[in-house]
């Protein structure tokens, strides 16, 4: 009698409702894993200009043109701290991963640093199960769109020139 009042019962899962949850988790497992071949794709044109390929903070000594990792241990006011060490119009002296590349003077690599950006955003609303709005769906397109002109210049960077051939002077008459 008291089981009728006092508790509720709990409802089993449709069959239904856990399809469709494998599925929701499988096509998020799909796209995490493609936005890591895109982002590996971003890194691999950053290691090409001097850059880090590894995800994380990075700062760079006044007095050099190399970034060294932070690493993860930082708190809020340290990475503050860093980051009002230069003085103003100074060079960055602190940045993110998926900056470093932001104010390149090579435009491959300002586009390689715009995808790290877009990825890491993607990545943030499709792990915290955030709404994905039309936006997003936009922007992925858009990414798809980059990555592949990004694949196309990094394959034209690539690609051996061909050999120089020395042909003799024509005669003039």
């Known amino acids: 009698m008291l089981g009728r009042f006092g508790r509720r019962r709990k409802e089993a899962p449709s069959a239904e409702r856990t399809r469709e949850e494998t599925e929701a988790t499988a096509s998020t497992a799909d796209l995490l894993s493609l936005l890591q071949a895109i982002e590996e794709t971003a890194g691999q044109v950053y290691g090409r200009h001097g850059l880090p390929q590894r995800p994380g903070h990075y700062r760079r000594p006044a007095d050099s043109e190399a970034w060294e990792p932070l690493g993860d241990a930082l708190t809020p006011s340290e990475k503050w701290a860093l980051i009002n060490e230069s003085p103003d119009g100074g060079r960055w002296r602190y940045s993110a991963y998926e900056d470093l590349g932001a104010h390149s003077d090579i435009a491959i690599v ?36 980059a990555w592949h002109s990004l694949v196309e210049e990094a394959s034209h960077d690539n690609a051996p020139s061909p050999p120089l051939k020395f042909l003799p002077p024509q005669d003039a008459d």
């Open 110 to 145: 300002r586009q390689a640093s715009a995808i790290l950006a877009a990825c890491q955003g993607l990545r943030q609303r499709l792990t915290e199960h955030s709404f994905i709005s039309a936006q997003d769906l936009a922007d992925s397109i858009r990414l798809g769109e």
